[in-house]
C-alpha cells in the first residue's frame, strides 16, 4: 500500500515546524514524503500534482496547530480562507472559497474517532477536532478531498501541537517531543493500513 505523507514547512517566525520534524523522521515502506510551503492554493496543488504522479491509496497530510493539547486527527473541512495572517508568499485572504461553488464542508474519508481511540489505546494523547481552520492547513485538506472526491483514494489530515523544541519561545504550551510525535504519525499509519487492507 502506498500512502503520501505531507508536511509544512515552518511558518509564522517558528524556526521548526513538529509536523515537519516528525514527518521526516517518520519510518515504513511505502511512504511517500511531501514537504509542502505554506501557501495558499500552492500547497494544495503540489500535494494533487504528487496524487497524479505516485497514485496513493491514501493521503494524510499533516500540520502545526500550536495550543493543542495532543494529536488530533481533523472530522471534516471547510470551503475557507481566511486569516488575519498572510501566508509564507504574503498572500492574504479574508472569507475566500478554497474552490468557488463546491461544497461548505468536506468529510475526511478516514474515520477520525476510529483514529482517535487507536492512538489513545497506544498511549498517546489524542482527540478529534472538528475543525482545521481556515488557513493554509485547511486549504490542502479541503482542496485534496474535494480532488478525490469519487475515487477510493483515503484522505484525512492531522494536526500535532507544538514540539518541545518550540517550548523556549512558548513557554506556557502544550508540547510533545518530536520522537513521540513521530510515533504517534507511524500509529495513524498502522491504523489506515489496517483499515483500508489493500
Ligand atoms: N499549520 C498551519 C499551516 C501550516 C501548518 O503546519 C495551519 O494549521 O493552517
Do not use: W
Not at 26 to 41: C, D
Not at 123 to 130: D, H, M, R
Not at 140 to 160: Q, S
Not at 166 to 189: D, M, V, W
Request: with cysteine; hydrophobic share 40%; aromatic share 8%.
Amino acid at each position: 500500500m502506498k500512502i503520501l505523507l505531507t508536511a509544512f514547512e515552518p511558518f509564522g517566525g517558528e524556526r521548526v515546524n513538529p509536523a515537519l520534524e516528525a514527518v521526516t523522521r517518520v519510518a515504513g515502506g511505502g511512504v511517500i514524503k511531501l514537504y509542502l510551503p505554506v501557501e495558499y492554493e500552492t500547497a494544495a496543488k503540489l500535494t494533487r500534482e504528487k496524487i497524479s504522479e505516485c497514485k496513493p491509496d491514501a493521503v494524510v497530510c499533516v500540520g502545526q496547530a500550536g495550543g493543542r493539547k495532543g494529536i488530533t486527527p481533523e472530522s471534516c473541512a471547510r470551503n475557507m480562507r481566511s486569516s488575519a495572517s498572510p501566508d509564507s508568499a504574503g498572500r492574504l485572504c479574508r472569507s475566500e472559497p478554497v474552490v468557488p461553488g463546491a461544497p461548505e464542508t468536506l468529510c475526511s474519508t478516514f474515520d477520525a474517532a476510529g483514529m482517535t481511540e487507536y492512538l489513545k489505546a497506544k498511549g498517546f494523547p489524542a482527540y478529534v477536532s472538528s475543525s482545521a481552520g481556515t488557513y493554509v492547513c485547511n486549504d490542502v485538506f479541503y482542496f485534496v478531498l474535494y480532488a478525490l472526491e469519487g475515487t477510493d483514494v483515503a484522505a484525512g489530515f492531522i494536526h500535532v501541537p507544538f514540539c518541545t523544541e518550540q517550548l523556549a519561545a512558548h513557554p506556557q504550551a502544550f508540547a510533545l517531543s518530536t520522537g513521540e510525535i513521530t510515533a504517534a504519525l507511524e500509529a495513524a499509519l498502522d491504523y489506515i493500513r489496517m483499515k483500508l487492507k489493500r
